[in-house]
């Protein structure tokens, strides 16, 4: 742990706040930009091959630039070949869709002339293009980069009204529903916005906090939708009814009432366990003293929304949080660039690196378990993806935990147990 450097894996030409990874194609999304502001900084959405590279060690390469005009995507939620992009105070959605060269081909002969195409062969990564702007590195021999044509095509769909702030519309986050029946939207006018997808029939559209959402997750089942504002409260909805209001507090009776507030929430399952839930939300500070106070982790039961553990998660301010797919892992960026995965069961630290990015952790994305029906995690316990406003993004791997066989415990058990009997035996004769 402490201060160490972690290779880029990719740097953009943008600042980079959102990062998102499609089990289903294999593609790493992420994206940004300068948004309306004449400085020259463009905004895009970026997809990107990730490989493995040995057992440890990861590689990627740009395969499309996806232009987004004078709008910055700020935050997004991808489901079945979908973006929903949070521009401004709209929700864009646009399908995406990643085809082979050979599939591309039969295309074309077919005369549907409608795909965005790279025309380049695929960036390799520490490469960019010919105005020196799109930059890819990778953090390990790119040698086995394979040499071949990318085809992404990427169609707008709609556009709903996330945010109707009358002064600064922004909507603040998006997601689709566990079952991607639903998408949900959350901004600075404190309404939370509930549509049908792919349908977009608005089902719900309430007011949920006083001033800006931070956040929003739905649980499996879509049964209770949990949002953080910055009123200081996290609530529990059941549709559009508040079903109740939480304390985390009551496992802190030494903090005072609004010194801190709740910054993130995710559900995340429990991996030995099918039908159990837990809920995660982090606390932060609601001001900053010149000793620097603690921020805290708190694990919730997910379906009676009691508290089951709070614990410190150090002085550095978090700005972002995630939760693996297995709920085995929990993740942690902060406002100073540090980058740090606890473990979900106990919230203990596992691995931290202090200061990755120059500057403020805007997402994580933990990697799923294959890719394709292709082993990505290698020999790694588990790996999570990093993007910063500092253009950069990282991967961080834990490698697996040596282990040694219960037999083989056992058995040396066993060897020291008739070691001692020897000895007492012949210290004292006639022990036995």
């Known amino acids: 742990m402490g201060k160490r450097r972690v290779p880029d894996l990719y740097r953009a030409p943008f600042p980079l706040y959102s990062i998102k990874v499609d089990p289903t194609t294999g593609l790493v999304i992420t994206a940004g930009g300068g948004g309306a502001s004449k400085t020259g900084i463009k905004n895009a959405v970026h997809f990107l091959d990730l490989r493995l590279v040995g057992e440890h060690q990861y590689s990627a390469s740009l395969l499309h630039s996806h232009d987004t005009d004078t709008r910055a995507t700020m935050n997004m939620a991808v489901g079945n070949g979908v973006i929903a992009a949070g521009q401004d105070g709209t929700c864009c959605l646009m399908k995406f869709k990643h ?52 085809c992404i095509s990427v169609t707008g769909l709609a556009e709903v009204q996330s945010d109707l702030n009358p002064q600064d519309p922004l909507q603040k986050v998006v997601r689709f529903s566990p079952d991607l029946g639903l998408l949900l939207t959350g901004g600075t006018d404190g309404h939370i916005r509930v549509w049908e997808f792919p349908s977009l029939k608005k089902k719900f559209d309430f007011k949920a906090h006083e001033g800006e959402i931070e956040d929003l997750d739905l649980s499996p089942g879509n049964k209770h939708l949990v949002s953080i504002g910055r009123d200081f ?30 910054m993130a929430c995710r559900f995340g399952k429990l991996e030995d366990q099918k039908d159990a839930l837990r809920l995660y939300t982090v606390q932060i500070p609601h001001k900053r003293d010149r000793k ?19 614990a410190s998660c150090g002085t550095e301010v978090i700005s972002s949080l995630a939760v693996s797919d297995s709920g085995t892992f929990l993740g942690l960026g902060t406002v100073t660039g540090s980058v740090a995965i606890y473990i979900a069961f106990s919230l203990q630290k596992l691995y931290y690196v202090q200061e990755s990015h120059g500057i403020v952790v805007t997402d994580l994305a933990f990697l799923p378990d294959s890719l394709k029906g292709k082993n990505i995690k290698g020999n790694n316990e588990t790996a999570m993806l990093s993007v910063a406003v500092d253009s950069r993004c990282q991967v961080h791997a834990v490698p697996n935990r040596r282990s040694f066989s219960i037999w083989l415990v056992l058995s040396l058990c066993g060897l020291v147990v008739m070691g001692l009997v020897l000895l007492l035996q012949y210290l004292f004769p006639g022990f036995i």
């Open 99 to 150: 085809c082979s060269q050979r599939e591309e081909g039969k295309d074309a002969a077919k005369g549907a002339g409608n795909r965005v195409q790279q025309g380049n062969a695929r960036r390799r990564a520490g490469k960019g293009d010919k105005g020196g702007q799109d930059e890819a590195a990778g953090s390990g021999d790119m040698s086995d980069m394979k040499d071949e044509t990318a």
């Open 292 to 310: 620097p106070p603690p921020c805290y982790l708190t694990k919730w039961n997910g379906k009676s929304f009691l508290p089951m553990l709070t």
């Open 233 to 262: 409260s996290c609530s529990v909805w059941s549709g559009n009814q508040l079903a109740m209001g939480l304390k985390w507090l009551e496992t802190m009776p030494q903090i005072a009432e609004k010194t801190y507030r709740y």
